[in-house]
Nanobody, 120 residues
Framework: QVQLVESGGGLVQAGGSLRLSCVASGRILSIYTMGWYRQAPGKQRELVVIITNGDTINYADSAKGRFTISRDNAKNTVYLQMNSLKPEDTAVYYC??????????????WGQGTQVTVSS
């Protein structure tokens, strides 16, 4: 069983910062691409940023220059540093990871989501 658990969401004023963390646990053999997505009320889930196991990074335009993704492979953890937050960043943020488990199967996993609310 593989699990992703996010933390670090909360309420922050516009211009503030938050750091999200996502830890993958369970019978993990390999973790490939990890990333963050978000879903605002009434909107579809959208990509924020992804990072491959080769450290190639792809940011959505809305995140460029303000958000920074990083990963610690020894800890099976991916981070999202969010600076200069805007009210339009308000959403539930989801961690995603492409993982091969010790059974040999490779699947896409999602965390339960963490709420980020930016007040104006």
């Amino acid at each position: 069983q593989v699990q992703l658990v996010e933390s670090g969401g909360g309420l922050v004023q516009a211009g503030g910062s938050l750091r999200l963390s996502c830890v993958a646990s369970g019978r993990i053999l390999s973790i490939y691409t990890m990333g963050w997505y978000r879903q605002a009320p009434g909107k579809q889930r959208e990509l924020v940023v992804i990072i491959t196991n080769g450290d190639t990074i792809n940011y959505a335009d809305s995140a460029k220059g303000r958000f920074t993704i990083s990963r610690d492979n020894a800890k099976n953890t991916v981070y999202l540093q969010m600076n200069s937050l805007k009210p339009e960043d308000t959403a539930v943020y989801y961690c995603n990871a492409d993982i091969r488990s010790s059974t040999g199967s490779r699947n896409d996993y999602w965390g339960q989501g963490t709420q980020v609310t930016v007040s104006s």
